[in-house]
């Protein structure tokens, strides 16, 4: 699987991350809710690598919320809701 191919995760955990964590977390994107959590977004190319951002989340100790895969779909359905 290429870069061109990575689905689009989005992974919620509870704490304020702030954005020198992105770089650990494989470039993904950090987004720091009001509610005080973070969510964290962008392309994972297979398992694995999804696999060693969770278990980087786990050794932060920062407790996990949910994980999701986006896809186009979805983001057709979302889009049309509005």
């Known amino acids: 699987m290429t870069v061109r191919d990575a689905r689009t995760y989005e992974v ?3 704490g ?5 964590w992105s770089a650990w977390f494989d470039d993904l994107d950090i987004v720091r809710g ?3 959590t973070s969510t964290l977004t962008g392309p994972v190319a297979d398992q694995a690598q999804l ?3 969770l278990a980087k989340v ?3 100790g920062a407790p996990l919320l949910s994980v999701r895969a986006l896809d186009d779909a979805a983001a057709d359905t979302a889009s049309s809701c509005g």
């Open 34 to 36: 009001n509610d005080g």
């Open 16 to 20: 304020r991350l702030d954005d020198r």
């Open 58 to 60: 786990r050794d932060l």
């Open 51 to 53: 696999h060693g951002i």
């Open 12 to 14: 919620r955990v509870v």
